[in-house]
């Protein structure tokens, strides 16, 4: 979205509004802090995913990654646009199977899966197991033994590619903790190992080369390096890649400084140089996974928050305290990420000075936006964080005991309170009263 906010965005009270729901309305109804989701907006993001593959004719499945955020409603509303999910934890499984989400449409990964986390997904029949590593090889091949079952895996490969984006979100270069390493044969050797099993069934490659890249130049690298593998194992070990799951990582426009691509377009960017690889090297062309995740839900989120206290010093930037922070939205902190923020009582009000939005957390770097141009601001006045829909509320924690905010779903003027705001008793209720002591 970012903050340049066009007529449809502005209803007829002036206020913002979210797919036709007045966002004042909901920061009423629904309390502050609230995550709102834009229904149709994440739609609309799956089927210009479909489309650049079907006007391209290729076999494909969009993996939504999941990590990026994830609810029983959101899970929903991924198998009702047909897609798959990528899943990374026992928990994801689990809320996932919830909500109802087929488990042959999952992908597991993970670089340090556990034996449990690894029968369970086997048990489920999960669509396709990620292996990471040696270790893991082992653990698949004792759970498919132990329950007298098969598998479908993807070998997660280190290509050797750094991405340009924040180093703590770079995956793909050598240094990596993620995936068997290609230069130095680990593949080789881990498919052999995978090959051997006849439970276990290699249906091709996968790598992730890091998250909010905003060039094509590395996810075409990736695509070129993806496709001599293919040929490589295709020649050597007569083994046709099935898959190529060339990962997530389309990066977003956070600020309006930020360059801009449409997700699409890297798709269509990695599309041409698999072809042209195929024709190259004779090769069939596989089918093409990805696993968005920010592309998916970034844009399509926002946080409503409600101001509170300010502070005032002469020769120093005001600060301006909302009802949430650090504990819904790490990333500032984390990243040195960049938010855009609006008045959602009148987004079209003129900037009257420069503040830093900062949280309610005890924390002197609780500050979400640190140069934040906003018109003038009063304590109760609500205003929107854009494009905060992606590894915000997944990252949410209970710091100094805040709620979890709840998250609400809207679509064409409906809205949906799709989780709750945390309760204190939420907060108490896995404790046991002390037994130790007197
Ligand atoms: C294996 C894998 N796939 C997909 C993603 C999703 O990345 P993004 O949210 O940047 O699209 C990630 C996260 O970086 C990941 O680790
Ligand atoms: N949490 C990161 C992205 C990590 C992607 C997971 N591999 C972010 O907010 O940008």
Partial sequence: MTNQIIDNDINADGHLQIDGCDAVELAHQFGTPLMVYNVSAIRNQFHQFNKVFEQNDIEYEISYASKAFANTAMYQLVNQEGGHIDVVSGGEIAVALHAGFPAAKMSFHGNNKSLEELRIAIQNHVGVIMVDNFHEIELINQVVEELDETTNVIMRITPGITAHTHEFIQTGQVDSKFGFDLASGQVEEGFELLHKNSRVHVLGFHAHIGSQISSPDGFNALAVKMMQLANKFNTEYDFTTEVLDLGGGFGIQYVSTDGYLAP?????????????????????????????????????????????????????????????????????????????????????????????????????????????????????????????????????????????PAIVFVEKGKAQLVTKRQSFENLYELDNNLELGD
Avoid at 291 to 317: F, M
Avoid at 346 to 369: H, W
């Fill in 264 to 404: 699409e377009k890297f798709v269509e960017s990695i599309i041409n140089t698999i072809k042209e690889q195929a024709s190259q090297y004779n090769l069939q062309i596989p089918a093409i996974w990805i696993e968005p995740g920010r592309s998916i839900v970034g844009s399509a989120g926002l946080t409503l928050y409600t101001v509170g206290s300010q502070k005032r010093v002469d020769g120093i930037k005001p600060y301006v305290t909302v009802d949430g922070g650090m504990g819904d939205n790490i990333r500032p902190m984390l990243y040195g990420a960049e938010y855009e923020v609006v008045s959602a009582n009148n987004p079209r009000a003129q900037p009257v000075e420069e503040v830093r939005l900062v949280g309610k957390y005890c924390e002197s770097g609780d500050v979400l936006i640190k140069n934040a141009s906003v018109p003038s601001l009063n304590s109760g006045d609500v205003v929107a964080v854009l494009d905060t829909g992606a590894y915000g509320y997944s990252m949410a924690s209970n710091y100094n005991l805040n709620l979890k």
